[in-house]
């Protein structure tokens, strides 16, 4: 089941699975509702400066696949990589950041996408389903979730079953969603969700090593369209979410080098590349260049521009731009472009 874990005076990591912990509520608005900074009217983020970053203990495919030294972060050029990202978000949309705990040892903090999700569909939008890690170095930041978001004014559960946040379930529109499940999180935190907070999951199935988080395959570009790798889902799992987006189809080859580990901001599609790095010629630099052809030819098509950021220190972590990223709220997606 997923308990509700009160607002607290100090979170221990059993009480983080889901024991009750006393505290004050969140501070009340005029008309006495409580405030959260997803009720803000621009668009908001969450991301985290990478001060405990590190890739010392490979925890997915893409880590496994290089040596010690080509996984070694260059922490400086890390900061870099993630101010240039930060500044450009900041200067569109309120960006919070995630404070790093004293002498964290969460290596992947960095990556916010995976530590919860806001539901959206909730009209306070008030409430945060905080990630139960199945992968060992991030059961950590379980705790540190539950403890930030409680500060900042929010309701927070923590599923029993394994989740690993807005990575692993995207919002559609109204109440709907699509989650992976499979390899990182599990089929009964859909089902419990949808009983327990009135929303519709799309389940579909995830089994893809190098892909093996859903923002790696799905992207909703608009409340009516969404960019899928189609062949990685079963005829039935396609058809259940043809029934509620258009379908925007690209192949494996265009989202490996992660074409669908993309953010929208407004009329920006925010995407990672490190092509100049690449060596011409190269099947990495062939996937790259076919990659971003194909996000340039879908921004032009729905009145999107594509803004592209050097993120290959966090390549060395197995992740992409969307996993940087947490929406506190979808804004962007009540615009309409076309």
Excluded at 47 to 70: A, G, K, R
Excluded at 121 to 141: L, M, Y
Excluded at 196 to 211: N, S
Aim: hydrophobic fraction near 35%; aromatic fraction near 10%.
């Amino acid at each position: 089941m997923i308990t509700e874990i009160y607002t607290e005076t100090r979170v221990t990591k059993g009480e983080a699975r889901g024991e009750r912990v006393s505290s004050p509520s969140p501070a009340p608005q005029a008309d006495g509702r409580s405030w959260n900074l997803s009720q803000l009217e621009v668009p908001a983020f969450l991301m985290c400066p990478p001060l405990s970053y590190s890739t010392l203990e490979p925890n997915n495919v893409w880590m496994v696949d290089l040596s010690d030294e080509q996984r070694q972060v260059d922490s400086n050029r890390a900061f870099r990589q993630f101010q240039a990202l930060y500044q450009f978000l900041s200067s569109r949309a309120f960006v919070q950041l995630l404070p790093v705990p004293g002498d964290c040892a969460l290596q992947d903090l960095v990556f916010t996408a995976n530590l919860g999700i806001v539901l959206e569909h909730q009209e306070a939008k008030d409430t945060v389903i905080v990630s139960n890690f199945r992968s060992e170095p991030r059961v950590g930041e379980t705790e540190v979730g539950v403890k930030f978001f409680q500060s900042m004014g929010y309701k927070t559960y923590v599923p029993e079953a394994k989740f690993e946040g807005e990575a692993e379930l995207k919002h559609l529109r109204d109440n709907i969603y699509v989650g992976g499940y499979g390899m990182r999180s599990d089929i009964e935190t859909f089902e419990r969700m949808e009983s327990q907070f009135g929303m519709k999951v799309i389940k579909v199935r995830e089994t893809d090593p190098y892909l093996y988080h859903l923002d790696c395959t799905v992207f909703p570009l608009t409340h009516e369209k969404t960019v899928v790798c189609t062949e990685l889902f079963s005829r039935a799992e396609v058809t259940e979410l043809e029934k509620y987006t258009e379908i925007i189809d690209v192949s494996r080859d265009e989202a490996l080098p992660g074409l669908c580990n993309s953010v929208r901001l407004g009329n920006l599609l925010l995407n990672g590349s490190h092509i100049h790095e690449l060596a011409k010629g190269s099947e990495a630099y062939r996937l790259e260049v076919a990659k971003n052809r194909k996000l340039e030819d879908i921004a032009a098509e729905n009145g999107f521009e594509l803004a592209l950021f050097n993120l290959s220190e966090y390549q060395k972590g197995g992740a992409a731009l969307s996993c940087m990223i947490m929406h506190l709220n979808r804004v962007s997606y009540k615009h309409r472009l076309l």
